[in-house]
């Protein structure tokens, strides 16, 4: 069974009970989501042995595109009808970034084609709030979306504040 931000009843019946409104309201998840949780509801009955170990962690807007946070969600990038599928429940394009359990690994892929050289955790006073830090090697052109907009992907990712520092 695929596992979304909304619980499975609200996304296969489109209604979010109570303690999804809730999570909503509070912003532990998007509308954004709960739309995506319903197209991969829909996927699910289509293609379910696909999508059968794929968690969807958050979505995201970007040039036109949604970034889909996921775990195991190459399956949906080795089946074209699947990935078409949910295309066109939401009308735009997806990209996926696997999630993995380490995070310069993820970090690794999203950057690509630049290189991580660092990833440094910078604890900022008084709150003891942190902030990422990460140090990245090559053209800035050669990645697939604009730099900012990868940050704010990177700060869903790492939930943290993250800073960019671009090396040649």
Do not use: W, Y
């Amino acid at each position: 069974m695929v596992i979304t931000p909304i619980c499975n009843f609200c996304a296969k019946t489109g209604v979010l009970c109570k303690k999804c409104k809730q999570k909503l309201r509070k912003g532990k998840f998007t509308q954004l989501d709960v739309d995506i949780s319903k197209a991969f509801a829909k996927a699910e009955q289509r293609f379910p042995k696909q999508l059968q170990n794929v968690t969807l962690d958050r979505a995201h807007r970007l040039n036109g595109s949604i970034v889909l946070l996921t775990r195991n969600g190459n399956n949906i990038l080795e089946n074209e009808e699947l990935k078409h599928f949910i295309e066109d429940e939401i009308k735009k394009p997806i990209e996926i970034v696997e999630r993995k359990s380490d995070t310069r690994k993820t970090f690794a892929d999203f950057f690509a084609p630049l290189d991580i050289l660092e990833i440094d955790q910078i604890f900022a006073p008084p709150e003891g709030d942190i902030e990422l830090k990460i140090t990245l090697r090559g053209d800035p052109n050669l990645l697939r979306f604009p730099l900012d907009q990868l940050k704010q992907i990177a700060e869903l990712i790492s939930k943290n504040s993250v800073r960019l520092e671009i090396l040649s």
